[in-house]
Structure formats: C-alpha cells, structure tokens
C-alpha cells in the first residue's frame, strides 16, 4: 500500500529536550511539507522541500529544523527553543509543488 | 499575504439536506483548488479537486469554482452524520497550498 507513515503516534517528552517525528511516504512524491495544528486551528507552515537536499521555511519554522537526505524521509526535529512545541504535527507529500496534497496520520506531541 | 477564508461555523444541518461550505481567496494567480475534510483527532483527507470554472460533482459532492469571483465552495447533498468533520479549504500558491482555518459542519439525525 502507498502512504504516508509518520512516527510515533503520541510523544511525550520534557521541556529542554530535542525530539525528531518521523515521516516517511513510498508515493514516490517529490515535495514533502511539515505542518503544526493547535486545538481548534488551521495548518501552519513549518517547513518543506521540493528536492532532496533542499528545504525552504514555512511560515513558523523558528525553533524547528528538518532534513532530506532521501527522498521518501523528511524527518522534523522540534528544538529545545519551540517555545510552545506541544501541538499536532502533520507530515504531508505532493507529487509537484501546487498540486494536490497527502497526509500522514499525525505525530501528537506533549512537552511537558 | 495571500489568504484563504473560511466561515469557521458551525454549520448545522438537519441529515438529509445539502450543506453549503464557502470559502474565498485573495491570489488571482491560483489555479488549483482542493477541499479536506478532517475528523476530530485525525489528519486531513482529500476529498475534491477543482481546475477549472464551473462544478465538479463526485457521489454526494460538488465543488464549485468562480475564478473571477475568487470564490470556491463545496456542496454535500444528503448530508450524513458522517459528515460531521471540519472541512479545509485549499488553494495553490505560488510554490505552496494555502489552507484555510476550516469550516465545522455538524449534521444532526
């Protein structure tokens, strides 16, 4: 089957620690997008990348780093300087900038 | 700042009508249009894309778009409880999807 995967479901980690959410797509997509949704909120622009090895910043993306060393993994790292990192985080992969978008389950991440 | 708006709702509609969801953009470049639906607790689900001017009807959906007014909207004929979702308006920007904040749609039996 061709998706999305992201890992893990529900994180939990301390305040002052680094976490990286995982997301992973065999859709043979180029593009791959990281979004955050706070209760009740829309989608906000983390980051995203349209080719391996390149990635552009969304419209929130202070306090968070990403990489793409391949093309089906876009891992995202939330960092010790998120100030407010407790949200849901959705992954999602596009065959071309524009076009229609896929989306992964969610990560849900709790820092406490 | 190119925007898409959405009524946030809710929107409440008794089972068996047609629930109306509007949304409009400010980019008169965006040539692509896309509605979600979101369950609570859930990711995002494409439900309908839309091109060109006119309707676009898949089973209980249709997908409007009025390029010259900038106004997108989706229909849901025989609206089920199952419906009851939060449902994203989408429009492509320039190297990017522009999502609105979405629109509640409670369908009561």
């Known amino acids: 089957d061709g998706g999305i995967t992201q890992s893990p479901k529900y994180l939990f980690r301390k305040e002052g620690q680094n976490v990286t959410l995982s997301c992973e797509q065999n859709l043979n997509h180029d593009a791959m997008y990281w979004y955050r949704q706070d209760p009740g909120q829309g989608l906000r622009l983390i980051y995203y990348?349209?080719?391996?090895?390149?990635?552009q910043k969304g419209d929130i993306a202070e306090g968070y780093s990403v990489s793409r060393e391949k093309k089906e993994s876009f891992p995202l790292t939330v960092t010790s300087a998120q100030k407010n990192p407790t949200a849901f985080y959705l992954c999602a992969s596009n065959i071309a900038l524009g076009e229609e978008q896929y989306f992964g389950p969610g990560t849900r991440l709790t820092v406490t | 700042q190119k925007e898409v708006e959405q009524n946030s709702g809710p929107l409440s509609v008794p089972e068996g009508a047609i629930a109306s969801l509007n949304c409009t953009y400010s980019d008169r470049v965006s040539q692509s249009f896309f509605w979600y639906r979101q369950y609570s607790g859930k990711s995002p689900e494409l439900i309908m894309s839309i091109y060109s001017n006119g309707d676009k009807e898949d089973g209980r959906f249709t997908a409007q778009l009025n390029k010259a007014s900038q106004y997108v909207s989706l229909l849901i004929r025989d609206s089920q409880p199952s419906d009851s979702a939060t449902y994203l308006c989408a429009v492509s920007g320039t190297d990017k999807l522009i999502f609105g904040t979405g629109t509640r749609l409670q369908v009561f039996p």
């Open positions: 990348s349209q080719i391996v090895n390149d990635f």
